[in-house]
């Protein structure tokens, strides 16, 4: 028998519903991080099924922060208008909108990332390596993995989640697929901060 309290500490840390819960500890035989894992898994298949989905919905959000020295505007998309009204969405939008505040990303995900910004970060961690004396046959596994963490970085989807960080942004945006039912996209973003440099400056 499955304890109720480990279920309701399932749904809080994961937003999955009841029965989901439910099943994800009984297939864990009732262990809390393999059951989040399973439920991560389970959210990330059904994203996928309907990551190919057209999204011409959704709002533009924005959010103000450091008493009004940081701007976002970030727009959501989804499928259909309804779903823009549910609390779900709502909240996804303000939480990506907190989110590009506080962690500042350059790009949506690595696909955006160009291929001379990466190639030249490639070639920095590569030189840190070897100046570090690492020897020659771990430097590549030394960069790639370096090159990871550039992206969670500078990636928005790659970002560990401001509110908890043992998940990333893209795997709060499949958790909410999952629960919606419905394709839904972060298509883009600016952020202002008074006093930036401006490339035309």
Not at 67 to 93: A, H, M, P, S, Y
Not at 159 to 170: A, G, H, L, N, R
Request: proline share 2%; with cysteine; glycine share 8%.
């Amino acid at each position: 028998m499955i304890d109720g309290n480990l279920v309701k500490e399932l749904r809080q840390r994961t937003g999955a519903g009841i029965m989901d819960c439910k099943r994800a500890l009984e297939e864990t035989a009732g262990n809390l991080e393999k059951a989040i894992d399973h439920l991560r898994k389970k959210g990330l298949a059904k994203a996928a099924k309907k990551s190919g989905r057209v999204t011409k919905e959704g709002l533009v959000g924005s959010y103000i922060h450091a008493g009004g020295k940081i701007g976002v505007l970030v727009e959501l998309n989804c499928e259909t208008d309804f779903v823009t009204k549910t609390d779900e969405f709502q909240g996804l939008l303000k939480d990506t909108a907190m989110q590009i505040a506080a962690s500042n990303p350059l790009y949506l995900d690595r696909g955006k990332v160009p291929e001379e910004v990466i190639e030249k970060e490639r070639q920095i961690l590569r030189t840190q390596a070897i100046d570090s004396g690492k020897p020659e046959k771990v430097i590549d596994r030394i960069v790639e993995g370096r090159l990871e963490k550039f992206f969670s970085e500078v990636c928005l989807l790659d970002q560990p989640f401001i509110k908890d960080p043992d998940m990333t942004v893209q795997e709060v945006l499949n958790t909410v697929i999952s629960k919606i039912g419905e394709n839904i996209a972060i298509r883009r973003f600016t952020r202002y901060q008074v006093g930036e440099a401006l490339d035309s400056e």
